[in-house]
C-alpha cells in the first residue's frame, strides 16, 4: 500500500521531542488526518459522536405509509396483498379516505376494513372496469376530516433500535537502544516513522472492517459480548439490516449480470421507492477495480477528440441518474469486483468508544527495547440500512 504525506507528523506536533516526554499520547488526530486525505470510502464517512458502550444503540423512527397492494373484486372490496392485521391496515387508511388505483383514474372511498378486505365504494368514477385492477399500488391522497370528529387514533409507528458492536483496532511497535541511536537514510525519527506506518495499516484495516465486516456470531445471534468482538460493516447491514442471520430483507439489492447504466438507475430507483434519496440524502457509489473499467466505457463513443489532442483513455468519476441526482464516483482497492456500492453518507458515521480513540500507549521496557502499543475501538453506524442505501452484486 502506498504511503501518503507525513506532514501531519511534523515536529510540534507529534514529533519525538513530545513523544518521549509522554507515556500516553492521543494519536486520533493523526488517524483523523490520514482518512481526511483519504480518496477511498473511508475519506467518504464522516465521524460520529463518541459511543458510550461496546454495543452502540440508534433509533430509526419512520413516516407511516400512505400506499399498500392490492387486488379488486366484482364487490367494491380490495384483498390486501402484503398487511396482515387490521392494526397495521389501521395506521394507513381510515373510514372516509379517497384511494385512487396507480396508473389509473379510479379513485374510492373507503367505507370500511378487516386484516385482510377493505370495502369501498366508487368516487366520482365508474366502476366498470374495478375488477381489472390486480397487484395494483393505492395511494391514499386525502383524509377528509369535519370540523365536529372527534381526534382521529393515534397511528404512529413504534421507533425502531438498530445496533453494532465496538472492535478493537491495535499494533505494537518496539525500538532497541542500538536502534533508536542510529542515524538512518531517508528517517529522521524512527519511533514517528514506525507511528505512521502503524496507523496506515489501520486505516486499512478500518476500510475492510467498514466495508466488508461481519458482527460477531456465536452460532445462534449476533454478540458483542466477546473480548474479540467484530464489528458489522456497510455490505452485510444492506443484506441483514436487522441483524437475525438471514438476507429475506435486502429489499434494495438485487441480481444485475453485466454493469449497465440502466442497472445503476433501476437500483437508484428501487431506493427512491423505498424511501430513500431524500431531500437530506447525500449518495456516492464505490466499486472496485474491475466495475470502474466498465464505468468509464459508459458512451465513451460520445467523446470528442480535436487534433493534436494528447490525452488518451476514459475516466468517469460521477454518475449522473435518470432523476438528476449526481453520485460521485468512489473507487475502493478493498470493494468485491462483483459488486456496487449506493452509499448515503448522511447517514453513516464511524464512531469510537468514549476515551479510547486512536492512541498509543509506552509499554513496560524489555531490557534495552522500548515497546509502544497503537490501538482505538471503533464501530459504524447505519441508518436506515434497508431503505437509503443499495447494493448491485454478482456483477460479471
Known sequence: ??????????????????????DKLDCSQILSAVLKADRELLGHIKMGESAANIEVNWIEDELVA????????????????VLSTTASIGRIIRAGDILVADNSEFYFKVVGYTASLLSVSAYGCTTSLFAAITTTTFKVISKPYADLDDASDDISKG????????????RALQITQSRKGMDMEAVSDELQHQIKLRTLEIKRE?????????????????????????MQGIIKYIRDYDLDNTYNDDTVTQVSGALTVAAINALLYKIWDAGGLDETADPIMVVGGAQQRVIST??????????????VGYYKNVFL????????????RWMN????????????????????????????KTGRSEKWQISGQYTL???????CHGLLYDLT
Do not use: C
Not at 400512505?66 to 396483498?81: E, M, Q, V, W
Not at 453506524?381 to 431503505?387: G, L, P, S, T, Y
Open 159 to 170: 421507533r425502531t433500535k438498530r445496533r453494532n458492536f465496538t472492535q478493537v483496532f491495535e
Open 66 to 81: 400512505n400506499t399498500f397492494t392490492g387486488d379488486a373484486t366484482t364487490s367494491l372490496s380490495i384483498a390486501l396483498n
Open 337 to 364: 469486483s462483483d459488486m456496487l456500492l449506493v452509499l448515503d453518507r448522511s447517514r453513516v458515521a464511524l464512531r469510537a468508544l468514549q476515551g479510547d480513540a486512536w492512541h498509543m500507549e509506552k509499554m513496560a
Open 1 to 22: 500500500m502506498a504511503l501518503t504525506s507525513a506532514s501531519f507528523m511534523a515536529e510540534g506536533g507529534y514529533g519525538s521531542a513530545l513523544l518521549t516526554k509522554l
Open 206 to 230: 478500518l476500510d475492510l472492517a467498514v466495508l466488508l465486516g461481519h458482527a460477531y456470531w456465536d452460532g445462534s445471534y449476533y454478540t458483542g459480548t466477546t473480548e474479540k468482538r467484530t
Open 298 to 311: 459508459f458512451d465513451k463513443e460520445l467523446r470528442r477528440v480535436e487534433q493534436g489532442e494528447r490525452q
Open 321 to 332: 441518474s435518470d432523476m438528476g441526482i449526481e453520485l460521485p464516483v468512489v473507487l475502493d
Open 381 to 387: 453506524e447505519v441508518r436506515n440500512a434497508d431503505k
